[in-house]
């Protein structure tokens, strides 16, 4: 590392930079930024937490493939959050002012799951960027090669996973034999080029919108009750075909 005044020489750099990977190449190769948007509603009394049945601060998501998520705060709000998108060529979110668009589909999204919310007020919103990587789950890894430990690709769970990052990385970098470095997510003996790339533009932004769209399409149709059934099987048919694409 140089700067105006000194440099520093280290045998091992580790860039902590998740979702920022694609301004340290070739980091941004194999760690690609989305983006995570989240609304949280005006306080909601007690008996609107009783009626939905959240009133212990329990978390949720549900299983759809749209990734969605969400709890209440200590303040009583719901805190609502779902994957917002990417940007051509990996480009970096930096203005997280939610568009209308953005705040009225996170709208929706809770509004389907608990039908007694869908008019309440959203008074905040915000967002960030998070590094997905191309087998959409973490690695951790020393490359001896380059001097790079990496630990990254947490997909939005990072706030639990970089704390087992860290320590595991720790373990590598000290050549320590614990039983953190023998777990499946830890890539061993190899190095970066153990980590399976992206593909290139437009490639990856073809490939991510249609397999959102084709995810929003089965949630309608499965949504509504009138949908005829082989127009259900369709619809889960084709995300299915689309979702083998991320793997």
Known sequence: LRTAKAGVRAAWVVPAVEGY????????????????LIVATEPLPA??????????GQAFGES????????????????????????????????????DSEVELRRYLFGELFPQLKHVKITHSWGGNLGMSRNFRPHMLC????????????????????????????????GR???LIHQPWVIRERGLDALKPWEPEPCRWLGYNAIIRSFVHEDQVLANPNTAPWRRKLATGVAGFMEGFMH
């Open 21 to 36: 990977a694609n301004t340290l190449p070739p980091l941004g190769r194999y760690q690609l930024p989305v983006q995570s």
């Open 47 to 56: 008996s609107t937490w009783d009626e939905i049945g959240l009133s212990h």
């Open 64 to 99: 759809s493939r749209q990734v969605t998520y969400g709890q209440r705060s200590a303040d009583n709000r719901l805190v609502f959050g779902a994957r917002g998108g990417y940007q051509f060529a990996g480009k970096l979110r930096h203005n997280f002012d939610l568009t």
């Open 143 to 174: 490359d001896h090669k380059t001097g790079i430990a990496l630990s990254g690709g947490y997909g939005g769970e990072g706030v639990g996973a970089t704390n087992l990052g860290g320590r595991t990385l720790a373990d590598l970098i000290l």
């Open 177 to 179: 034999d614990t039983p």
